[in-house]
Each structure stands twice: as C-alpha cells, then as structure tokens.
C-alpha cells in the first residue's frame, strides 16, 4: 500500500478530500450556514404550495439552500402585511374600541370579517403567487 496524503484538493474543481481510514478519499462538503428560525402558519403554508403546485421551483430552492431563507422572508413579510391591513381596515371602517366597548359583538363580527379579507389577501399576494 502507498503513502497517501490524508488531505487532497483537486485543483480543477477545487474541493477538497479527506482520506477515510478505509482508504478513499472522501469530499469536505458543507452546506452553506441558514438562518434560524420556525416557521408559522404562513411559513408552512408557502412550504406546502412549493412542494404540491412548483415542484420544480421547490427542489431548485431546497438544492440552492434557499429555500429557509425565502420561507423565513415570506412569513415575515405576511405578519407585517397583516399588521398593516388590519389595522388599516379597521381604521378605515370604524372599528375601534369605542365600538368594543358599545356593542361587542358587533366588533367581533366586524374583526373577524376583516381578519378573514386580510389573511385571502396574504394568500393571494404572498402564499399562492
């Protein structure tokens, strides 16, 4: 058996190669560092479309590390988005906490209802596009 080196690096392609006690040479690979985080109901809804409407878009993603980031981005951009159209909303028809505090289940209904509008617009603008 030959004196092999325990560190190779094939200067063609560049990476490097560690030799295992069996004797091959095997690639120092690492994938890049990604950002922390869980992801939420918009994060998990993003991830579900990917897989099962761009199955294509979703495995280029997930080989080029970024597919985390774009889910962490689109998670954090719908709570913004949310943030913003509801209180926007309600501003804009008159749903305060006077009206809380007049008739309650009035401001329920009319909470809701603007919470369902805000969450189709996130799906259509951010979750299905």
């Known amino acids: 058996?030959?004196?092999?080196a325990p560190h190779y690096t094939n200067e063609e392609?560049?990476?490097?190669y560690t030799l295992s006690p069996e004797g091959y040479y095997i690639p120092d690979l690492a994938l890049?560092?990604?950002?922390e985080g869980n992801l939420n109901r918009w994060g998990r809804a993003r991830l579900?479309?990917?897989?099962?409407?761009?199955?294509?878009?979703?495995?280029?993603?997930?080989?080029?590390?970024?597919?985390?980031p774009h889910l962490l981005e689109i998670q954090e951009t719908a709570a913004?988005?949310?943030?913003?159209l509801?209180?926007?909303m309600a501003a804009a028809e008159g749903v305060t906490e006077d009206?809380?505090?007049?008739?309650?289940?009035?401001?329920?209904?009319?909470?809701?209802?603007?919470?369902?509008?805000t969450e189709e617009v996130i799906r259509e603008e951010l979750i299905y596009s």
């Open 1 to 4: 058996m030959t004196n092999l």
């Open 80 to 84: 913004k988005r949310m943030e913003l």
């Open 32 to 35: 890049p560092p990604q950002p």
């Open 48 to 68: 579900s479309y990917l897989r099962e409407h761009k199955p294509l878009l979703h495995t280029h993603m997930l080989t080029q590390c970024t597919l985390w």
């Open 99 to 117: 009206l809380k505090s007049h008739d309650q289940m009035l401001w329920i209904g009319r909470t809701n209802n603007i919470r369902a509008r």
């Open 13 to 16: 392609t560049g990476i490097s």
């Open 86 to 88: 509801t209180t926007q």
